[in-house]
C-alpha cells in the first residue's frame, strides 16, 4: 500500500502542537527534525502511533520524529502546511520568554547550525561520491577499463572536484539560510575564500595583508568550518546594519558595508581560526586511531546508541570534516558501518530464531528495511527495545566488525547510499581495501546474527 506522507506531515503536525508551536523543521536521512517552542506540548505516544512513524527521541534541542527513508517527501509536505521555507528557520516569537544563556543551548545552537547547513548538500554529496567511486571500479587501480588519460577518467575526476573542491560555496549557501541573511551573500564569503587571485597567493606563498595586518594563508577548499565562522559573523553584521539602516538605502548598503566589515574579519582570524578547529576534530578523531583496532570495536560497538539518542550528529560533523581535510576515512571514522551491519544482522538473526509467524515476519521486514532501505530505527526501536538481550548481540557485531577495520586500516574515500551500497565507499585506492571493507561489513553482520540467534532470546522470550 502506498505511503500517504502529507497524512504522515499532517498528523505529526497536529500531534506536536500546531504550526504555532513549530519554529523551525529540518531533516537528515530518516528524521523530521523540529524545533518546538513548547518541548512539552507533544503527546509522545500519539505521535509514535501515527501509522508511517517508527519512534521519536528528544536530544540537542530537537524534537526528532523517526520516519525512514520517505521523509523528504514527509518533510516537503510539512514545509508546505506550516508555511516554513525548505531548510530554512522562522523567528522564534519576539514577545516570549527568552532562553537563558547557557553551555546547553550554546551546544543546541552550534548543532543546530551545523546539521542545519550540511543536511542540504546530502544528495550532492551522494552524487559526487558515487562518480567517485565508478571512477575507482573503472580506473587503473581496480578493473583498469578506463586509463588516466580518458575523458571519461577526467569527466568523473572533475564532477566530483565539482562538489568537494567548492565545498566552501555551498557551505556558506546553506549556511546563509540558518542565519537569516540572503543565501547568495554566504555563497559570495565562500567564493572569496576561494577567489583564484588569494589561491595564486597561498600557493606561491607570497606575503599578504589586510590594514597591515598579515592574513595566514591556507587553502581553503575542500573546508568547511572556515566558511561556517566567516558566515556566522556575516549574519551578525549583515542584521546589525538590515536594523540601523534607512530603507532607501539598505538594499546597497547592507550587503556592501557586509562584506566591507566580514571579509578582512574572516581572512585575517575566522578563517584560519576555523581551519585550526578542523584539524583539531581531525586529530580527535584520530585519537582513537592510537588505541588501533580497539579504538575501532569500540565506536563500532557504541555507534547505535548515538543514533538511537540523536547525538551521533556531532561525531559524524566531526568526521565529515576529518574527510573534508583528508580525503578519506578511516580507523574509528569507519567504525559506523560495522555497526550499521551489525544492526541488520540482529534483524536476521531474530528472523532465523524467532518462531512466532508474525514476530518472524516483523524480524524479516526490519532486515529489509535495513540492508535494502537503508534504515536502523525499526531494528532498534521494534526489536532490541523489545528484546534487550539483542543489545548485547548488537555490540558484539558492532565490535567485530570494527576491529576488522580498525584492525585492516580499511579506508572510505567517498559517501555513498546508507544501505548495502555503502560497501562502495571502500573504492577508491587498492583492491585489497575493497575487500576488507567488504570483508569487515559482512562480518559484523554475521557475528551479531549468529549472537542473536544463540542467546539473543531468553527461553520466555521464545515461549511466549
Known amino acids: 500500500m502506498a505511503v500517504d506522507n502529507k497524512k504522515i506531515a499532517q498528523e505529526v503536525l497536529e500531534a506536536v502542537g500546531g504550526k504555532d508551536n513549530v519554529t523551525s523543521a529540518t531533516h537528515c536521512m530518516t528524521r523530521l527534525r523540529l524545533t518546538l517552542k513548547d518541548m512539552g506540548l507533544p503527546n509522545e505516544e500519539t505521535v509514535k502511533n501515527i501509522n508511517g512513524v517508527i519512534g521519536v527521541v528528544q536530544a540537542g534541542g530537537q524534537y526528532q520524529v523517526i520516519i525512514g527513508q520517505n521523509v523528504p517527501k514527509v518533510y516537503a509536505e510539512f514545509c508546505n502546511m506550516t508555511g516554513l521555507a525548505m531548510q530554512e528557520t522562522i523567528k522564534e516569537n519576539l514577545d516570549g520568554p527568552k532562553e537563558k544563556l547557557s553551555l546547553k543551548g550554546i551546544g543546541k545552537a ?60 555551498m557551505v556558506g549557501f546553506n549556511a546563509a539560510k540558518k542565519v537569516n541573511i540572503p543565501p547568495t551573500l554566504g555563497a559570495f564569503m565562500g567564493g572569496i575564500l576561494l577567489a583564484p587571485a588569494f589561491m595564486d597567493i597561498v600557493t606561491a606563498g607570497t606575503p599578504f595583508d589586510i590594514f597591515g595586518i598579515p592574513v595566514t594563508l591556507v587553502n581553503y577548499s575542500q573546508s568547511m568550518v572556515p566558511a561556517l565562522l566567516s558566515v556566522a559573523f556575516m549574519g551578525l553584521v549583515y542584521r546589525f546594519l538590515a536594523k540601523v539602516m534607512p530603507d532607501t538605502l539598505t538594499t546597497i548598503f547592507t550587503p556592501f558595508l557586509t562584506l566591507v566589515a566580514a571579509v578582512p574579519v574572516s581572512l585575517i582570524a575566522l578563517a584560519p581560526l576555523g581551519n585550526i578547529i578542523a584539524n583539531a576534530l581531525g586529530a580527535g578523531i584520530a585519537a582513537f586511531g592510537n588505541f588501533g583496532f580497539i579504538g575501532s570495536a569500540f565506536i563500532g560497538a557504541i555507534w547505535e546508541f548515538l543514533v538511537m539518542t540523536g547525538m551521533h550528529g556531532p561525531v559524524i560533523m566531526t568526521m565529515m570534516v576529518d574527510f573534508f581535510e583528508k580525503g578519506y576515512m578511516t580507523g574509528a571514522s569507519v567504525a559506523p558501518n560495522a555497526a550499521t551491519w551489525a544492526c541488520w544482522g540482529v534483524a536476521l538473526g531474530a528472523f532465523l530464531r524467532l518462531k512466532n509467524k508474525q514476530e518472524k515476519s516483523t524480524a524479516g521486514g526490519f532486515f529489509v528495511s535495513g540492508i535494502v532501505g537503508g534504515i536502523t530505527e525499526p531494528t532498534l526501536y521494534g526489536l532490541c527495545m523489545k528484546y534487550r538481550r539483542c543489545f548485547l548481540t548488537l555490540i558484539i557485531g558492532g565490535a567485530v566488525g570494527g576491529a576488522y577495520l580498525g584492525f585492516t586500516k580499511a579506508c572510505t574515500y567517498t559517501f555513498g547510499a546508507s544501505n548495502f551500497l555503502n560497501l562502495i565507499t571502500f573504492t577508491g585506492s587498492t583492491t585489497a581495501n575493497l575487500v576488507n571493507g567488504i570483508v569487515g561489513s559482512v562480518l559484523a553482520l554475521v557475528a551479531a546474527a549468529a549472537a542473536t540467534y544463540f542467546i539473543g532470546f531468553s527461553k520466555e522470550d521464545l515461549k511466549a
Open 110 to 169: 552550534i548543532m543546530d547550525y551545523t546539521s542545519g547547513t550540511m543536511a542540504p548538500m546530502i544528495p550532492a554529496m551522494m552524487g559526487a561520491g558515487l562518480c567517485k567511486a565508478l571512477l575507482a571500479l573503472l580506473g587503473p587501480y581496480m578493473f583498469n577499463v578506463i586509463g588516466e588519460t580518458d575523458n571519461l577518467y577526467i569527466l568523473l575526476n572533475f564532477v566530483y572536484d565539482g562538489f568537494f573542491y567548492f565545498l566552501p560555496i
